[in-house]
T-cell receptor, first 112, second 110 residues
Framework: DADVTQTPRNRITKTGKRIMLECSQT?????MYWYRQDPGLGLRLIYY???????NKGEISDGYSVSRQAQAKFSLSLESAIPNQTALYFC???????????FGEGSRLTVL | RKEVEQDPGPFNVPEGATVAFNCTYS??????FFWYRQDCRKEPKLLMS???SGNEDGRFTAQLNRASQYISLLIRDSKLSDSATYLC???????????FGKGTMLLVSP
């Protein structure tokens, strides 16, 4: 089984719908991250959390929210999805600030 | 200002070729550097860290030039399986998260 699991792996939805992407990890890491990847734009950080009570905005947090339900779980929500949120979303974990990032397999979201 | 610049490519090379990528970063106060590899439609994975003295892992060599603020990745004897996007990653001093470049695509052909 993967150390970092994302669900759903693929989702097609309509504008205005609420969407939640979930991430769970078995690595025992405190640090968890949500990135989105768009062609030509690379990976951009949406939110990150360094422990259960810590939530931080990344460079593109507008339109997104997160919840850190437990050390192992970090979910990303789009309250009202819009087409320019169509992207590949990655969850990642790390044991330290500069340590290796371990990514989930990604969640491909399409907003029509 | 924290930026990581990479040539997007693609770099098209035949099997067996040697290819090198450069990556420039914007702040001399940078702590650590990495190369990640991302296969098409897959997640990024750490390829290697980059140390000040340079480091080698099999066919892969990473080097850091602090004076000119760039890091490089050299791949010798390219294999078809090396085809991927290579992401340059920098940890800037004072920032608690890593900064990713947009990646350089490598295509190795038979």
């Amino acid at each position: 089984d993967a150390d970092v699991t994302q669900t759903p792996r693929n989702r097609i939805t309509k504008t205005g719908k609420r969407i939640m992407l979930e991430c769970s990890q078995t690595k025992g890491h405190d640090r968890m991250y949500w990135y989105r990847q768009d062609p030509g734009l690379g990976l951009r950080l949406i939110y990150y959390s360094f422990d259960v009570k810590d939530i931080n905005k990344g460079e593109i947090s507008d339109g997104y929210s997160v919840s850190r339900q437990a050390q192992a779980k970090f979910s990303l929500s789009l309250e009202s999805a819009i087409p320019n949120q169509t992207a590949l979303y990655f969850c990642a974990t790390s044991g330290t600030a500069t340590g290796e990032l371990f990514f989930g397999e990604g969640s491909r979201l399409t907003v029509l | 200002r924290k930026e990581v610049e990479q040539d997007p490519g693609p770099f098209n090379v035949p099997e067996g070729a040697t290819v090198a990528f450069n990556c420039t970063y914007s702040n001399s106060a940078s702590q650590s550097f990495f190369w990640y590899r991302q296969d098409c439609r897959k997640e990024p994975k750490l390829l290697m860290s980059v140390y000040s003295s340079g480091n080698e892992d099999g066919r892969f060599t990473a080097q850091l030039n602090r004076a000119s603020q760039y890091i490089s990745l050299l791949i010798r004897d390219s294999k078809l399986s090396d085809s991927a996007t290579y992401l340059c990653v920098v940890n800037y001093v004072g920032y608690s998260t890593l900064t990713f470049g947009k990646g350089t695509m490598l295509l190795v052909s038979p």
